[in-house]
């Protein structure tokens, strides 16, 4: 397994929508191991790979307590109830503002080897769904929220993207001794 390097908002191909998986075979498993070590280096709760600068419709997933698993061209069919929370994002490091999701959600999907699926979700894991979802249609947390409060998240990122790029560029230098 290896690390992914992760995307910053608004670089390629976080904006666009991500492709339909059509191959099943060994490249996706491994793929599949990565997202999943990516996901927990950065103790993220889940990462869709537009997330990795691939702009394919794969999420992978963890609910805290819970086994990690991973969709493959997953859709959300059916949402209901509506409820405000705080969210977060690896693409937008150190930002956070309550974001307003469905309290369900039923996903379609395909597991690793293109078998489909079918799966209702409540509460936080309807929420990482529905996020992990959004980037793969292009979409990131802020574009979910009212345009002031938009505004003022995405000028916040400004500030915030340089630091973290900084701190990128920081731990890949290897030591000067």
């Given amino acids: 397994m290896s690390l992914l390097k992760v995307v910053y908002y608004p670089d390629h191909p976080l904006t666009k929508k991500a492709q339909p998986i059509t191959d099943f075979g060994p490249a996706l498993q491994k793929f599949a191991e990565d997202m999943v070590e990516t996901m927990f280096e950065f ?9 990795v600068g691939v702009s394919k419709r794969f999420i992978a997933y963890c609910e805290p307590e819970g086994e990690p698993n991973c969709l493959v061209n997953p859709e959300i069919v059916e949402m209901e109830g509506r409820e405000f929370g705080e969210e977060g ?26 078998n489909p699926l079918e ?6 894991l309807a929420r990482i769904f529905q ?17 002031f409060t938009r505004e003022a998240v995405l000028k916040e990122w400004v500030d915030k993207r340089e630091a973290a790029i900084q701190a990128v560029k920081a731990a890949e230098r290897p030591d000067a001794d």
């Avoid at 996020?131 to 345009?147: A, I, K, N, S």
């Fill in 43 to 51: 103790d993220g709760v889940g990462l869709a790979a537009p997330q």
């Fill in 89 to 114: 994002c690896l693409s937008l490091p150190q930002l956070w503002a309550s974001v307003p999701r469905a309290t369900r959600v039923r996903v379609k999907a395909q597991d690793l080897d293109g």
């Fill in 131 to 147: 996020h992990e979802c959004d980037h793969l249609d292009g979409t990131v947390f802020p574009d979910r929220l009212d345009v």
């Fill in 119 to 124: 799966l209702e979700a409540e509460g936080f």
